[in-house]
């Protein structure tokens, strides 16, 4: 059973949009939660962490976290086609020692 | 500040061969993992270290992998017998671990090819 989960897309969206991205995972012990931008061919980058219940925004980024539901959420508002990365779903996970446990990632294209 | 680095950015090799791939960590990071990435895919765990301590390794992990990270700063991995399946992208990242809540940062990755 793949631990965490992501619609692989691709997703669509125009410029100016909010993209919305989506994640879900298995592990209920899992404690941190991020999100990482690749572009094709280059290595993932952090973009967003977060670690409690709700909402986190960092400029144009909200990360939202519902552990109840297992549920985690990246939104991407004004988005720009320098957005368009495949951006992936990232957990601590007890049975790699915490070490992060990634999804498939999800596939966003930003059209013009 | 430099980031992660690893060395070499490619690696062509052919079947049957061993292949030695190097990530120097961010500096003052205590922990390093090693990822591989196939195409399509998310990283894939492989190990990580806590120092020079290797604390984890993937249970699908073959025993053609080891790694290490002997003084607790740079650190190796080598594949033994390499196989046309190996070829993917390994990555390595660095962390200032204090708890579970700690982000982590990827080097520039080492592309490998087997053929």
């Known amino acids: 059973q793949k631990e965490v989960e992501q619609n692989s897309g691709p997703l669509s969206v125009p410029e100016g949009a909010i993209a919305s991205l989506n994640c879900t995972y298995s592990?209920?012990?899992?404690?941190?939660f991020f999100w990482y931008r690749q572009y094709s061919g280059k290595s993932p980058e952090l973009i967003m962490s977060?670690?409690?219940?709700g909402d986190k925004e960092d400029g144009r980024f909200t990360a939202q976290l519902n552990k109840a539901s297992q549920y985690v959420s990246l939104l991407i508002r004004d988005s720009q086609p320098s957005d368009s990365a495949t951006y992936l779903c990232?957990?601590?996970?007890?049975?790699?020692?915490?070490?992060?446990?990634f999804g498939k990632g999800t596939s966003l294209l930003v059209t013009p | 500040d430099t980031g992660v680095s690893q060395n070499p950015r490619h690696k062509i090799t052919k079947r049957g061969q061993n292949v030695t791939f190097r990530c120097d960590p961010i500096s003052e990071h205590n922990r390093l993992y090693w990822y591989r990435q196939t195409l399509g895919q998310g990283p894939e765990f492989l190990t990580y270290f806590q120092n020079e301590a290797q604390l984890e390794k993937s249970r699908l992990l073959s025993d053609r992998f080891s790694a290490e990270r002997p003084k607790g700063s740079f650190s190796t991995l080598e594949i033994q017998r390499t196989e046309q399946g190996d070829s993917a992208m390994y990555l390595c990242?660095?962390?200032?671990?204090?708890?579970?809540?700690?982000?982590?940062?990827f080097g520039q990755g080492t592309r490998l090819t087997v053929v």
């Open positions: 990232a957990v601590n996970g007890r049975d790699s020692g915490y070490a992060l446990n």
């Open positions: 990242a660095s962390s200032n671990y204090r708890d579970r809540n700690t982000e982590a940062f």
């Open positions: 592990d209920r012990g899992s404690q941190s």
């Open positions: 977060i670690y409690s219940n």
